[in-house]
C-alpha cells in the first residue's frame, strides 16, 4: 500500500522545481508524498542534476520520507502516478528568444504566451503534450495532468479535444490577484472569493468578494494599490477610463490586447538599448540560480528564485493536487473544459474559471453570459486557439495562416503570412507536422 | 380602396432616388404603386425638389400613374404606408468627410461604415432611426422600414433592441456577389443560390449554388474572376492562400480587416496625393449628378448614377417591397433578428443571412455553426455594434470607449480614447445624447 | 441524357401506388417522369402486378412517356435514381392488427404510430429503412429518399443518426390541416401559410396566415368548421375550453394524447362490438380495393381509393420532388433535422416544421420557443423516440423499457414490461435484432 | 453588534419546529444563534404556544443563550434577519386531505406535492410565499429565505420568476439517500459524493462516490439495501430492470410517475380499508405529538418525531444556514436556478442540483445533458410546473386546465377539467385569484 503521493515532473530539471519541492514540503501533513519523479531530455540532464541535489537537501533538512529520483525514460516515469506535472518548454529558451522577436520583425508584439509568439510556442508544445497523454491512456493511467507549460489554455484544449486523460491547465496568475487583494484588504487568502472566468491569460475577475460581501466596486474604485504586479510582465495602471467601462479586475496579460502600441514600443525600446527580449534576460537569471543551487550548503528555496517569476506556482499546484488526493473541497482558479459555464463559448472549449477541485476532479463553478465589454475579445482569442491546436495536430499551413490572422495582436493578412513562414522555418526541428515548404 | 402600395422615402433628396424609382417602375407589373412621398430635412429641400422633378418625368415617361409628392413634415409622411424606406444621411457628406478623416489621424482606418468611423456614423444615426420608429409606434402603423442607411447592422441592431417596428436592413453587396456569379456562370441570377451568413459588411457566402448544384469550390478555386468589384470601395484581390484559408467567398469589407495595413497605406497616400478621403471625391459626383439631373429633356436613370456606388441597390429594396407585398415568396440576403440562425451569436442579435420573404416578412433561412476562421471576428465585431449600440442610446461616455476597445480597426485604447474625444467634440451638434465634457 | 425524373417505389404493391402515379401525372409539366419502378417482397408480388397494370392504363389514358416496371431485387432498384419513395408496411396488416392489439390487452391505446404500437413497428422497420439507406450510401447514390412509411419521425430519426443520405420524412396531416383552412376561407391552398412545428403526429400550426395576414384567432375561436376531418383517424372536436388553453390548431393526432381515456374506451367499444380493430376494417377495404384495380376498364384513380385514408398523400410526395427536380422554392410541411428550428430539442432532433424545399432540399423556416402548453408533452415524446430508435437499432431490452416507460400513453412500469414482452415475443420473426429471451 | 444568527420561521407553529431548534443547538460551534422568531396565523397560536415553550426548555437543558419569541405579525418579524424559513401549510392539514382526495375521485394519484394536489398546492401557497417576498423586498432585507414548504420546486420557481429576493428551496429526500448510501458502506455521510440533479420530488443521482471515488455501479447492482426508506412515502423496491434501464438512483417520489398504477391501487385500498388518506393519518400523529410536547419533564425532541416525516430536515436547514453565515463552503443538494446546469431546461428554471454553499449563497456544481431515460419526463413536469406557477400568479383558468393537462399523473384532458372544476370550488376561500365560477 502507498503510504503517500507519487508525482512526476516533467521537465523536471527547469529551474521552478525547488519552488515545487518547497510547496509539497509545506503542504506534507495535507498531503503525504511517497515519490517525486523528475524527467527531462538528454539536453537538461546536467540541470535535472543539480535541482535534484538540491530537491534532496531540501527534503532532508525538513526531515521528510520522500523518495527523489530522476530519469530520462519518460513514459516509465508515467507508470503508477496520481500526478503528472509539466513544466517543460520544448526548444528551451533559445526558442523562447525567437518566439519573442520573430513578430516584431513585423511590427507584431513579441510574447511567448499570446500573439504570434504563443502561438508558434504551442505548434511546438501540442505534440509532445499530446505523446504524454498517449502514454497516459496507454498505461491505462488514472493519474492527473497538471499542466502549467504554456500556452496553457491551447495545451489544456489540445488535451479536451485529442485525448481521455484526466488533465487541469493551471497558471499563477489568478492566485497573484487573489494575493494581491487578501493584502489590500488585510484578510487571509481563502478569505477573498472571486468570480472569476475567461481563457487562460485573457480572464477577469467579475466579483470579488471578503468572507462573502462583495467588495468589487472597493477594488476597482479604490485601491488600485491592489492590483498585482508581476515579476515576469511589464508593470502598468490600467488607468481608471478603462476599469470604468470594464468593470472588473482584469488579469495582467490583457495589457497586451489593450495596450499593444505602447507595450510594442516599449518592447521595441528594450532591443534597442540591447535588453534583449525577456527570453534573453530570463537566460541571466536562469545562469544564475543554478550557480546558487550547487551551493551543497543551500537547504531551501533561494530567494533569488522570486525573480525568475512564476511566483506562488507551487502554491496552485500542491493545492490542487492535495484538494484531490485529500478529497478536501476547495475553491480555485483552473483551465477546465467549459461545459456550460460561458454559454457564449463552446461546451467543449478549454476555458479558465472559479472551480471546486475536490477528490471527483474540478467542476466549474461559475455560470454566466459575459458582459459585452470582453464577450468579443475572448470569442475571438478563443477561435484563434481552436484553430491553433488544429493546425499543431494536423500541420495544416491553411489553417495555420487562419490562425495567425484570427489573431488580434497580428495586424494583418500580409503580416500574418510572413510570421508564418519565418515560425515555420527557424522551429522546422520542432515542428514535424509541417512539410518543409518546396 | 388602395390601387397600389403607397411608400414614403426618407432622404428623399438623395442622389439615390432616381435609381429607386427605376426600380419601382421595372417592377410595376408585380407590385403597382399608387403613391411615393419623398421626406427631407429644409437643407435638403432644393436637391429634393430636383429630383422630385426627374423622378415625375422618367414616371410619366414609362406612362404610370403614381403621385409623387414631397415634403418636410416627416411625421406626417409615415401615415398610411406600406414601405418606408430610409436612405438619409445625418450630416450630411461634410459628416461622412469627418469619419473618415479622424480615425486616420491616428494611425486607423478611415471608413464610413466599419472601424471608428462607422461608430461615429451610429451614433449620429441610431436616435434619429428611433425617433422615426417612434412614430410609427405611435401612429399604430404596420409599415415595413426597409432601411438602407449605414451602418445598416448597427440601424438594424437598435431597431430591434429599442422598437416594436417591423425593420429589414438592407445591403447591396449580397445582390452584387450574386450577379458577379451569375454573370461568371452565364445563369440568371436567380439561378445562382447562396448560403450567406454574417454581420451587415462582414458576412461570407459559406456555400454557392447553379440551379440547386454546389459550384463553392469552381467558384473559389478557378473564377477569381467571379469576384465583385463595387465601385465604392477599392478593388483588391483576396489571394489563394487566404481563400484556402477561409473557403468561403467574403464579402468585400472584410478587406478592411485582413488587408488593414495596406488599406490605410493607400488611403494615406490618397490623402496625401490631394485626392482626398472618398467623401470629397463623392461631394465631386453628386455636384455633377444633381446638374445632369436638372436638364429637363432627362426623362430616365442618366448612366452616370453608376458612379455614385450602391449598384443595384433599388433591385434590392423593390425585390424585398414586392416580395411583402404580393406574397410571393423569395429568397434573399437581408439583415434580420438571428432567431437561432447563427446559434453563436444571440438570439436578438441583427445579423445578415439568407432569408425567405413574403407576405409574413422575412424569416431566416441559414442555420449553421459559423466555421472557426471567421467565427471570432464576426463575434467580436458584434460586441463593438452592440457597445456602440448602447451607448448611442444612453449617451454613456464609458460604454462609447468599450465600444471602440472592442473595435478591431481601433489599434489601442489609448487611441480609442483619443478618436472618441474627437468624434465627440466634431460631431457635437448631432449628438445630443452626450453631454459636453466640462 | 435523362429526359425526366427516375423514381423508385418500395412498397410499390401498395394500393396507395395508384394515388402516387395519379400525383405524378397531374404535375408532370412541373416535372418531367422517365420511369417508375415498383420494388416489394416476393409475398407482395401479386398485388404489385395488379397495381403496375392499373397504373400503365393510367399513364397510358394521359398519354405520357413513362416507363413503369417492377422487381423484388430492391438494390437493383435503388441505383440511378433521382427518388426513392418508402411506402411500405414490414410485416404487413397483420403487424398492424398485433400493433393494434396488444397494448390494448394492458389497457393502454392500441394504434398503429402512437403509443406502444408504434413502438413496435419502429422496432420492425427502422432496420429496414436502414438497410436502404445502406445500400444508397455503397451505391454512391444521390437520391433523395422521401419516406412515408410510419412511425414517419422516428424512421426519420433513425436516418439522420446512422445514415449519411439525403432523406425527408413526409406525413399527408400537415397539408389536410392547410386544405381544410383553405376551403373554410375560399382561397387557393398555397395562400394558406402556417408556422408549423413539432413532431410528426405530434405538431401544431401555431400561426396561421391567408395572404400573409395572421388569421390564427378566425380559425381558433370562430370556424370550428375549419377543422379537418381525416377518414383514418376517429373524428373529435377539441372542444373550445382546450383550444383556449393551447392557442394553437392541433395535429388530429393530439387526441391520443389529450383524450387517451375517451379514445381507448371507444376502442374497446368498437372490439367489443365486433368490428376489430383498424388494421382489420383496412384489411376490408383493402380487399374491396384491389378487386377494383383489377378491372381493365379503370384507367384511372377510382373514388373507392379515399375510404382508405392517406388523402392528399400523392399531393405531398410530388409537390415535394417536384420542388427539388426543378429548383422551384415552395414551402411545405416535412420531417427534417431540427438544426436550431426548435431550441428546446437536439439540434439532431428530427422535426415537423415548415421548410422551403428547392434543388438545394429542405431548409427549416419555423424558429422560435415552443409554448409552455405543449413543450413538455413535445419533450418527453422525443425522449422516447430517442429510445426507441436506439432501442430499434442495438437491440437492448433495458433501452426498449426505458423507451415505453417514456411513452405517456403507457400507463406504468409494470404495463410497459408486459406490452415489451409481448411485442418482442409476436414479432420475433421481424425483430433479428432482439435475442430470444431464454 | 450582533451576537450570532437571527432566524424567522413562518409555520413556526408546525410539529417540525422542535427538530429545527434541535438541529440549532447541535450546530451551535459552527453557526452561534441570537434570536429565533416563530411566527404563525391566529389558529395556530396555541400550537405555536407548546412548541415555543417546549423549544425554551431544549434551549436551556443546552444552556445555550438564544432569545425564542413568537408574534402573529409576520412582516414584523422580518425586520433584520439572516434567515428566514418557510415552513407553513396554507389550509392546514384539511386542505392537505382535500388535495390527496380530489384526484382520486376520477381515478387519479392522490399526493399532495405531486400530481393534481400538488397542482392545488402549488395555488395555495404560491401567493402568499411571494406576499412574504413582497415584505422582504420592501424591508429592503439581505435574509436568506429558505423555503421547505412544499411543493418545493414550484414555491422556488414562483420566488425565481415574480421577486428579486434571495432564495433556496430545500428538500429532505437528498440528504435520506446520502445518509442511507453512508451507512451502506460504513462511512461518513460528508464522505459520499452525489452528481445530483432533476426537479424537487423528481432528481436522480447519476453518480455516486465515496471519498472521491465513483461506486454508482455498486449501489445500483449489489445493494438494494443501500436504498433509503422514507416514513412518508409508501416503500416499494424498484426492480432490477428499471435500475438496469434507468442507470440512476432516483428519488424516492419517481415511484408515482412509474409505479402510478399500483400506487393508485395500494391509496385506493387505503381509503376503502378505512385508513383515509395520508394526511387523516397525519393528524392523528400530529395530535398524539402535541400531547407529547406539553410534558413539561421533555427537554428534548421526542423520538416520536420521527413517524412525523421528514427526517434530517434539519440537518438540512442548519447545514445550509451554518454554510452560508460562516462562509464555510459546503456541497449540497439544493433547488436554485438552474443558469446552465441542465442545458435542456431553461435557463431560469428551478433545479434540483448539487451545489455549493458558501457566504456568496448557492451556485451549481452539476452540468450535463441529461439522459434519454429520464430527460422527457423532467421536461415534461417542468412543463406543467411553469404552467401552473403562471396560473397561481394570475389566476388564469385556461393555463390552469393547461398545466393539469401537462400533468403526467392526470389522466386525460376530460379528468383534467373535472378535478380542475373540483379543486377551484372546495379551496375558494385560500384562491381569491380566481374568479369566481358564473
Known amino acids: 500500500m502507498n503510504t503517500g503521493a507519487r508525482i512526476t515532473v516533467i521537465g523536471g530539471g527547469s529551474s521552478y522545481t525547488p519552488e515545487l519541492v518547497d510547496g509539497i514540503l509545506n503542504h506534507y501533513e495535507e498531503m503525504p508524498v511517497e515519490q517525486i519523479t523528475l524527467v527531462d531530455i538528454s539536453d537538461g540532464a546536467e540541470k535535472m542534476r543539480i535541482v535534484a541535489?538540491?530537491?534532496?537537501?531540501?527534503?532532508?533538512?525538513?526531515?521528510?520520507?520522500?523518495?527523489?529520483?530522476?530519469?530520462?525514460?519518460?513514459?516509465?516515469?508515467?507508470?503508477?502516478?496520481?500526478f503528472v506535472c509539466n513544466q517543460f518548454r520544448v526548444g528551451g529558451l533559445k526558442a523562447r528568444a525567437r518566439d519573442e522577436s520573430i513578430p516584431m520583425r513585423y511590427g507584431a508584439i513579441g510574447q511567448e504566451t499570446v500573439g504570434a509568439g504563443g502561438f508558434a510556442k504551442a505548434l511546438r508544445t501540442i505534440p509532445v503534450v499530446l505523446?504524454?497523454?498517449?502514454?497516459?491512456?496507454?498505461?491505462?493511467?488514472?493519474?492527473w495532468l497538471l499542466n502549467f507549460t504554456n500556452p496553457a489554455s491551447?495545451?489544456?484544449?489540445?488535451?479536451?479535444?485529442?485525448?481521455?486523460?484526466?488533465?487541469?491547465?493551471?497558471?499563477?496568475?489568478?492566485?497573484?490577484?487573489?494575493?494581491?487583494?487578501?493584502?489590500?484588504f488585510g484578510v487571509q487568502v481563502d478569505e477573498v472569493g472571486m468570480d472569476f472566468f475567461g481563457l487562460n491569460h485573457l480572464s477577469f475577475a467579475r466579483h470579488i468578494y471578503i468572507k462573502g460581501r462583495d467588495v468589487t466596486r472597493e477594488v476597482?474604485?479604490?485601491?488600485?494599490?491592489?492590483?498585482?504586479?508581476?515579476?515576469?510582465?511589464?508593470?502598468?495602471?490600467?488607468?481608471?477610463?478603462?476599469?470604468?467601462?470594464?468593470?472588473?479586475?482584469?488579469?495582467?496579460?490583457?495589457?497586451y490586447y489593450w495596450f499593444g502600441d505602447e507595450t510594442y514600443r516599449q518592447q521595441t525600446a528594450d532591443l534597442d538599448a540591447g535588453k534583449g527580449t525577456r527570453a534573453i534576460r530570463v537566460m541571466a537569471i536562469e545562469a544564475e540560480l543554478f550557480k546558487t543551487y550547487q551551493n551543497p550548503e543551500l537547504k531551501e528555496k533561494p530567494p533569488e528564485l522570486q525573480k525568475r517569476g512564476g511566483a506562488y506556482y507551487s502554491e496552485v499546484a500542491v493545492s490542487v493536487m492535495s484538494a484531490i488526493y485529500a478529497n478536501r473541497p476547495r475553491e480555485m482558479v483552473v483551465n477546465i473544459r467549459n461545459g456550460h459555464a460561458l454559454p457564449e463559448l463552446a461546451i467543449d472549449a478549454a476555458v479558465e474559471v472559479s472551480a471546486l477541485i475536490d477528490g471527483r476532479g474540478a467542476r466549474p463553478l461559475y455560470s454566466g453570459l459575459?458582459?459585452?465589454?470582453?464577450?468579443?475579445?475572448?470569442?475571438?482569442?478563443?477561435?484563434?486557439?481552436?484553430?491553433?491546436?488544429?493546425?499543431?495536430?494536423?500541420?495544416?499551413?491553411?489553417?495555420?495562416?487562419?490562425?495567425?490572422?484570427?489573431?488580434?495582436?497580428v495586424p494583418s493578412t500580409d503580416v500574418a503570412a510572413k510570421i508564418l513562414r519565418d515560425i515555420l522555418r527557424e522551429n522546422s526541428g520542432y515542428l514535424p507536422q509541417f512539410e518543409l515548404e518546396g
Open 131 to 143: 505523446e504524454i497523454a498517449r502514454d497516459l491512456e496507454e498505461l491505462g493511467s488514472k493519474a
Open 53 to 82: 541535489e538540491l530537491s534532496r537537501r531540501m527534503i532532508e533538512q525538513r526531515g521528510r520520507k520522500i523518495t527523489l529520483d530522476t530519469t530520462l525514460d519518460r513514459r516509465a516515469a508515467l507508470k503508477d502516478r496520481d
Open 154 to 184: 491551447m495545451v489544456t484544449q489540445a488535451l479536451l479535444n485529442h485525448s481521455n486523460i484526466r488533465a487541469i491547465g493551471l497558471c499563477n496568475v489568478p492566485i497573484n490577484m487573489q494575493m494581491a487583494i487578501a493584502q489590500a
Open 370 to 409: 459575459m458582459p459585452n465589454a470582453v464577450r468579443g475579445l475572448i470569442q475571438q482569442v478563443k477561435a484563434f486557439e481552436d484553430l491553433t491546436v488544429e493546425a499543431a495536430v494536423t500541420g495544416d499551413r491553411d489553417i495555420a495562416l487562419a490562425a495567425l490572422i484570427n489573431n488580434p495582436l
Open 220 to 255: 476597482l474604485h479604490a485601491t488600485t494599490d491592489a492590483h498585482q504586479t508581476l515579476a515576469n510582465i511589464p508593470a502598468k495602471e490600467w488607468g481608471d477610463d478603462l476599469l470604468q467601462a470594464i468593470q472588473m479586475l482584469p488579469n495582467s496579460y490583457l495589457r
